[in-house]
Nanobody
C-alpha cells in the first residue's frame, strides 16, 4: 500500500508563493506518474502538473510559467513550487500516484490509484 502525505499549504496574498510537498512511502514501479491535482469549492478535480517516471514534466495551461513540479528521489518527495499566486488558485491540492505512465489520460483523476489527504491553499486578493 502506498501512502501519500501532503504539506505546505496555507494562506497567502495574490502574487505570493508557496511550496507544497508530498512525501510518498516507498514503492517500486517500472513506470509511474505522480501528479498534483486541485479542487476548488464546488468544482471538479483538476490536474495541475505531472511528473513521469522519465522525469517528463507537464503542466496545465492555467499554471504554466508560474508553477514548477519537481521530485527528490532520495527523499521520495514530490514538490510543487507555486509563484505569482492568483485568487483563482485557491483550492485543496492533492498529490496522486499511478503505477503506469502519465499518458494517456493524465488529467483524469480516476486513472490514479493512490491519493493524499490534500492541503488547502487560499490566495486572497
Amino acid at each position: 500500500q502506498v501512502h501519500l502525505v501532503e504539506s505546505g499549504g496555507g494562506s497567502v496574498q495574490a502574487g505570493g508563493s508557496l511550496t507544497l510537498s508530498c512525501e510518498a512511502s516507498r514503492y517500486r514501479f517500472s513506470s509511474y506518474c505522480m501528479a498534483w491535482f486541485r479542487q476548488a469549492a464546488g468544482k471538479g478535480r483538476e490536474m495541475v502538473a505531472s511528473f513521469g517516471h522519465r522525469a517528463i514534466l507537464r503542466y496545465s495551461d492555467s499554471v504554466k510559467g508560474r508553477f514548477t513540479i519537481s521530485k527528490d528521489n532520495v527523499k521520495n518527495t514530490l514538490y510543487l513550487q507555486m509563484s505569482n499566486l492568483k485568487p483563482e488558485d485557491t483550492a485543496r491540492y492533492y498529490c496522486a500516484l499511478k503505477s503506469v505512465s502519465c499518458l494517456p489520460q493524465m488529467e483524469v483523476p480516476g486513472q490514479f490509484d493512490w491519493w493524499g489527504q490534500g492541503t488547502q491553499v487560499t490566495v486572497s486578493s
